[in-house]
């Protein structure tokens, strides 16, 4: 490895060529990283300094060879090299197109900096681009301007910018061309074969535009090949696997997809920032071919991932599934589904059986949000959940799985749904226009286009109701208006939303474009009422709630089919309070600090196991186990992350102790909770931080 610094002239300057290698992402410098640069050189001019240093550029050399053109890989560094040598590119059209006086001429720029003289083809440009960028840059180099019309790119916005920069600064031409060359950039050249490429590469620091993890994935995947076998897998797999995501938010998206995949691989979600550490320990030790097989895999499922975000499937029932996913923002679930549609990749389950699949992970998730249960828990559920299925008999395993979830992870049943649909506020949930929808198509052949429709209330929103409508609710109307007015049975859509407004009943009913010409199903019920008061609103409330529990349909499976499952799940012994050895003292401790964790969150729940009372949110907060006279506290934390000024908490790292965690308190009289529950709100805080 040599390791030489200098500026940027010093590192063009010779017969080379700098290649981009054809996994780096493509040039990514925004203005704002430009404009930083500029006054980096403006500020250092007019102070006067003799250098700043700018970042490194990491290469790894070819070999060698006795003429012609010595080859470099650039590894690190593309974003500064390539955008000064967009400034260079500007500062040599402008002297050539003004011929202004300078002591620097356009063509010593243009032999020195930019191109390889006497040398032919890609040979001829000292910097090699990839992918669309290297068109352009190679055009912007040769200034084939008509080439350039009409072409969108980073490369010609930053040169535009930099062009323009000069122009406004004409007088210091010879200054800003001196000023760059202060710029210090240190060189590192490995050697092919015998320097850690990869681990010099992550160690680096570097300015500018981070890469993000999928940035880091890509580098790590095909840095360590042959070159040949790079440009293999990445015009096979890799390049047609980016391809998949829609250039809005690709880099966002493309995280977010490596984070699923490895949620999906390990059962366990990887912490945002520790995705690339994640994804280096599953793909270590990899050869040539499991490295392919792994892009294979990792492309499958991306086209899985894209398929569900952007909603495209040739089955119109799949393409409606992936919308009402969207509609509930379900991205928690994504693990999971890319399981069941790598399942059905694999001729594991039919199409209708991953239709079914998908269509009971909706309701799960829309039923739970109905009853209003925290959506905490979600992401574990799916994570794990692949770990139920049985593979001979995949549909039924889901089925009993998802029925057997309880506590906070339960399914909720239609008794549960029902009481929640029938009386929640729909009107301020942000699923009201889907819920709607979806009871209008519920059984139509052409389902509407929910943009054409406005949500109306029946009974109007105004509190200052008319002396119609206070005639038509009765004596109690302020009671009626008050519980009714947002529930499902007063709301309906509308194309005429602002022309009914607060006219009476009948008046809405009647009117043009109005109940009766609506034709909607959601309002069949309706226009068969003469009025409008508590009885109708509730039985139609009554009756779109029913609907809504063939909509979103709670499992079926046989009794005896899940009495199998629930055979195998009740091989764990069940424990509560009882089983546990409370006297009166240790008893009065528990209630107490029941109470304070009850009023800390009602995430934590219960969970009684046979050597200690655990209070998990998505897993254990704190465990309690009851001794003689105290009971000792379990805090799932690592003891060095507490913050204990009241030294309440023992290290029990070393020592074998039941509960989780590595801080144990001894509780024994009831004026401790206050400190207590300090450490216990930090295990708690911690554990939410860390999703």
């Not at 720029?109 to 000292?126: P, W």
């Not at 015009?235 to 490895?262: I, V």
């Not at 049943?413 to 889907?434: G, I, N, P, Q, V």
Request: glycine content about 4%; proline content about 2%.
């Amino acid at each position: 490895m040599n390791v030489n610094k200098g500026n940027i002239y010093e590192i063009l300057n010779g017969v080379k060529q700098f290649i981009l290698p054809i996994y780096q992402r493509s040039y990514s410098w925004d203005i704002e990283q430009c404009e930083t640069l500029w006054n980096d050189i403006v500020k250092m001019q007019n102070e006067n300094k003799e250098s700043h240093f700018v970042g490194s550029i990491v290469n790894i050399a070819e070999k060698a060879m006795p003429t012609g053109v010595q080859k470099y890989m650039l590894i690190d560094g593309q974003q500064r090299l390539t955008t000064l040598s967009l400034l260079m590119i500007a500062l040599r059209n402008h002297l050539q197109e003004t011929g202004c006086a300078a002591k620097v001429d356009a063509s010593r720029i243009d032999r020195a900096m930019l191109k390889n003289s006497g040398e032919e083809g890609d040979d001829e440009y000292k910097l090699i681009l990839t992918g669309a960028d290297k068109e352009v840059f190679i055009h912007l180099v040769s200034k084939n301007e008509t080439k350039l019309l009409n072409v969108h790119s980073k490369l010609l916005e930053n040169y535009n910018f930099f062009k323009g920069k000069i122009e406004a600064n004409v007088g210091f031409i010879d200054k800003i061309y001196e000023a760059t060359g202060k710029l210090s950039l240190v060189n590192i050249t490995l050697e092919r074969g015998s320097d850690d490429a990869q681990a010099i590469f992550e160690s680096l620091n570097s300015t500018g535009k981070g890469l993000t993890a999928s940035d880091l994935v890509r580098n790590y995947v095909l840095m360590g090949l042959e070159p040949k076998q790079q440009n293999a897998i990445y015009k096979s797999l890799w390049e047609p696997m980016e391809g998949l995501f829609e250039y809005e938010n690709k880099s966002f998206q493309q995280d977010r997809f490596l984070r699923d995949y490895l949620t999906m691989k390990l059962g366990r979600i990887p912490r945002q920032n520790m995705v690339y550490e994640e994804f280096k320990r599953y793909a270590s030790n990899t050869t040539y071919e499991e490295v392919e097989q792994l892009c294979t895999d990792i492309k499958n499922h991306a086209l899985y991932y894209t398929n569900i975000i952007y909603k495209r499937s040739s089955n119109d029932i799949l393409r409606h599934l992936y919308e009402e996913i969207e509609d509930l923002r379900m991205e928690v679930s994504f693990p999971f589904l890319m399981h069941i549609h790598h399942s059905h990749f694999n001729q594991k389950i039919t199409e209708a059986e991953l239709i079914e699949i998908l269509r009971l992970c909706v309701n799960y998730v829309f039923r739970r949000s109905i009853c209003g249960i925290p959506t905490n828990s979600h992401n574990k559920t799916f994570a794990t959940f692949k770990n139920q299925i049985r593979e001979d008999d995949y549909l039924n395993s889901v089925k009993a799985a998802f029925v057997l979830l309880d506590s906070y992870k339960e399914f909720p049943t239609d008794e549960k749904f029902a009481e929640a649909f029938l009386s929640r506020d729909l009107y301020h949930t942000r699923t009201l226009s889907y819920i709607l929808k979806s009871i209008e198509d519920f059984g139509n052949k052409a389902p509407i286009q929910i943009e054409n429709y406005t949500i109306e209330h029946i009974m109007p929103q105004n509190t200052n109701l008319s002396k119609e409508w206070r005639a038509e609710l009765g004596d109690n109307w302020k009671e009626i208006h008050k519980a009714k007015l947002h529930t499902i049975g007063n709301l309906t859509l509308t194309a005429y939303n602002t022309e009914m407004s607060d006219k009476p009943f009948s008046d809405k009913k009647e009117m043009k474009g109005g109940f009766v010409e609506s034709a909607l199903r959601l309002n069949s019920y309706v226009v068969k009422q003469e009025h409008w008061a508590l009885a109708q609103i509730e039985e139609r409330a009554n009756l779109l709630t029913n609907e809504a529990i063939k909509i979103w349909e709670y499992p079926s499976i046989a009794e005896n089919v899940l009495q199998q499952y629930q055979a195998v799940k009740g091989e764990t012994p069940q424990y509560d309070l009882d089983s546990y050895d409370f006297n009166e003292h240790t008893s009065l401790l528990f209630r107490l600090l029941e109470e304070q964790i009850a009023n800390l969150s009602s995430e934590i729940k219960r969970d009684c196991k046979k050597l200690y009372i655990a209070y998990k949110a998505d897993t254990n907060v704190v465990d309690v186990i009851v001794q003689q006279k105290a009971l000792r506290l379990a805090i799932n934390m690592k003891y060095c992350e507490i913050s204990d000024p009241q030294h309440i908490c023992q290290d029990v790292s070393e020592l074998g102790r039941w509960g989780n965690g590595e801080a144990s308190i001894t509780y024994s009289d009831p004026s401790q909770l206050p400190d207590i529950m300090e450490i216990i709100k930090q295990s708690y805080h911690k554990q939410a931080d860390s999703e």
